[in-house]
């Protein structure tokens, strides 16, 4: 009886082991043909990421109390907005200022 259930567990997971396999294939061809997309999105985010210390240390020093924190929502909005995104996140940041 065990040898019949360890089995079927091994097919299962043969099962989803290919399908697995099949899905990265697909988003390996996915990522072949739109690397420029995804490459425009890395260089945002790492632009933006760069840009929001920047901004963050010189109303720092200036005594502004508006800072937008680096975590991956607001490295998404960059990455996905780009400047608009950069903006957006310190709109935010002033209107709760207010």
Known sequence: MKRILSSVMSKETGIMVIIGICLL???IGILKQRADLVLNFVVRMA???VAIVFCNQL???NGID???GLNPWSLTTVGLLG???F???YGIMAYRLM
């Open 25 to 27: 294939v697909l988003f």
């Open 47 to 49: 632009a933006g990421a």
């Open 59 to 61: 109303l720092s020093k």
């Open 66 to 68: 508006v800072m937008v």
């Open 83 to 85: 400047a608009g995104g």
């Open 87 to 89: 903006t957006l996140l």
